[in-house]
């Protein structure tokens, strides 16, 4: 059976360092403005504390990707061992469909290549048996590589409050959801 | 995502629909009418060739790599984006192989057909699941209004003048359908979940989309109504009021990915 490899991303765990965005930036040495990966706080409708929660998130590597369906050149490609959408960049004609369409909005526009790009898993480092730079960055380990046909992974769900739930496009990202502190009062002891 | 204006977008939409609004509606005529076309019918569908020509050209403005525009027609089996660019493209010469041989009605009628497959196209390439507010018909309907109210004024500058009295009917019809849809669909937004909500406090709150209901609707509505003929400058005000309500369908429409971390 194929693979499908996805983020878990551990909202229970992350502290919003921006590692993961960093690392990914250090990787690929994306143009100044141009983050494939982003570290969304939740708002207090969905996590009222002040010591606020956060989900990191790229490209989700959909089982039907919208970028890959609306793409007019068919600079997108799913691979079949592991399903990763892989973006070629060089066929791209920048015509932002693909940056409309995804309701992630994991593909970004490089204003210098004047050209789309986005998170490809580090496929390179995956096949060389490597992390994705992001998750072997992350200092706590909030985020971590699965392969969602090896099952889903324990007390995880795919659309958490706080991100679009898009059925359709069953998009592979996990989530461990944050937890509300316990707080202990006074009158409580 | 960052809400652009997407100026080329905007122009070539609205030349694009113009420009089969007047096919259309000239189509329409044709069907009921036995004869030949006159010298006023053939001026009608090569002016749509070339407002098509050129709203595809200033199409070409949106790319990031316009001498690679020609890929664009790779990915027809799924892309609407794909379809559209062809679609379209064949809809030019279509007008202009009508326009230049008399409008034969094989080619008139295929030109018909063609242009409201466009329409329905070019819809479908706006309704992506990101934007939740116009991931519908919606799209479809406001780009056939903008085509029927556009179309009527720019062909009452064109067609003979017996074709007059019923190109007033038709914009008539078209304002009080467009100013129907316009003014309704940001109200069922307001219901709908956060993102369609914000999209329809976002149109509401646009000035632009009140020059659109303003100027592109209600004023022209008024002044056919009252007049019951088509001033020769009011297709230039129905323009002015269909550029701002297209600046405002690509600015002000909300992106799911806009509200990331807040309740949806």
Known sequence: MAKRLAFLVDAKRCLGCFTCAMACKNQYATEPGVNWREVYPLQADIYPHHERAFYSLACNHCEKPACLEVCPVQAYSKREKDGIVVHHQEKCIGCGNCIRSCPYGAPRYNPVEKRAEKCSLCHERIDAGLQPACVQSCPVAALTLIDLAAGEPDNSVQFPPGYPKMPALNPATRFRQAELPIIHRREDI | ?264
Not at chain 2, 106 to 124: C, N
């Open chain 2, 1 to 264: 995502m960052k809400p652009s204006m997407e100026l080329p977008l905007v122009l070539f939409t609205i030349l694009s629909q113009t420009a089969v609004g007047i096919v259309l509606l000239s189509g329409l005529r044709r069907w009921s009418l036995a004869g030949g076309a006159g010298q006023a019918d053939r001026r009608e569908w090569t002016a749509a060739a070339a407002l098509l020509a050129l709203g595809l050209v200033f199409s070409l403005f949106h790319l990031g790599h316009p001498l690679d525009a020609v890929t664009a027609l790779k990915h027809l089996s799924t892309s609407w984006l794909s379809r559209e660019a062809l679609v379209f493209a064949l809809l030019a010469g279509l007008m202009l192989l009508a326009g230049v041989q008399g409008l034969p009605r094989g080619i008139v009628r295929l030109t018909v057909a063609g242009g409201l497959l466009g329409l329905l196209i070019q819809g479908m390439t706006y309704a992506p699941p990101s934007f939740p507010a116009i991931n519908n018909v919606l799209p479809f309907v406001f780009f056939l209004v903008s085509a029927v109210t556009l179309g009527a004024g720019a062909a009452s500058l064109l067609a003979p003048e017996e074709a007059r009295p019923a190109l007033v009917r038709v914009l008539i019809a078209g304002l009080w359908a467009g100013l129907g849809v316009h003014l309704a669909a940001p109200c069922v937004w307001l219901s709908g979940g956060t993102v369609m909500r914000l999209t329809g406090q976002a149109y509401l709150a646009s000035p632009l989309y009140w020059a659109h209901i303003v100027i592109g609707l209600a004023l022209p509505l008024w002044v056919v109504l009252k007049s019951r003929s088509i001033p020769r400058w009011l297709p230039f005000v129905l323009l002015a009021g269909a550029l701002c309500g297209r600046i405002v369908f690509y600015l002000e429409t909300m992106h799911t990915a806009a509200n990331m971390g807040a309740l949806y």
